[in-house]
């Protein structure tokens, strides 16, 4: 008769999880200038190029998979072997098995949702700016520099969508 608050099954399988090290905790820690952005959001500066500013998004997803993106457009593969990792330490230990997902052959022109998820990297990008200046540090010429380039990726980005007339 005691009013239970907590979901069935939640739990477990996290704390289990959390005890080891974690993928997520496994990409963050080798990666340079790591920044939370959201519970489950991190940008850091990419390992797979040259990058001065910080052009990776890194999510961890609801079952604990590491997704990485670098807005550069450096691949999964090159950025996790960068890091001297293999695409299998993204994936928690119960999944390191997966080989091959089957994507099949469809091919979309424009992905919208990839499109607009680098808007928000780049927008999450110039939030950090702004609130680096609000704190009184100055604006150098790297974050103007950064600032162009988010206003250059979202033009990009529009115009990929073929939403430039
Ligand atoms: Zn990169």
């Known amino acids: 008769m005691t009013p239970q608050k907590s979901r069935p099954g939640a739990g477990t399988a996290y704390d ?6 974690t993928p997520i905790d496994a990409v963050l820690h080798r990666l340079d ?6 519970p489950d959001k991190w940008i850091a500066c990419c390992p797979a190029h040259d990058d001065k500013r910080p052009s990776l998004s890194i ?4 079952d604990h998979r590491v997704l990485l993106k670098c807005w550069s457009g450096c691949g999964a593969a090159e950025i996790v072997g960068a890091l001297n990792l293999d695409m299998a330490d993204l994936f928690p230990g119960d999944r390191r098995s997966l080989s091959g997902h089957g994507t099949g052959p469809m091919r979309r022109p424009f992905d919208y949702r990839d499109a607009l998820q680098g808007i928000a990297h780049e927008a999450t990008v110039a939030r950090l700016i702004v609130e680096a200046v609000n704190r009184g540090e100055a604006m150098d010429a790297e974050s103007l520099d950064r600032l162009a380039l988010a206003e250059e990726r979202i033009d990009d980005a529009l115009r990929a969508a073929g939403g430039v007339q």
């Open 59 to 62: 999510r961890e997803a609801d």
């Open 33 to 38: 200038r790591v920044k939370r952005t959201a």
């Open 16 to 21: 289990n999880a959390r005890s080891n090290d």
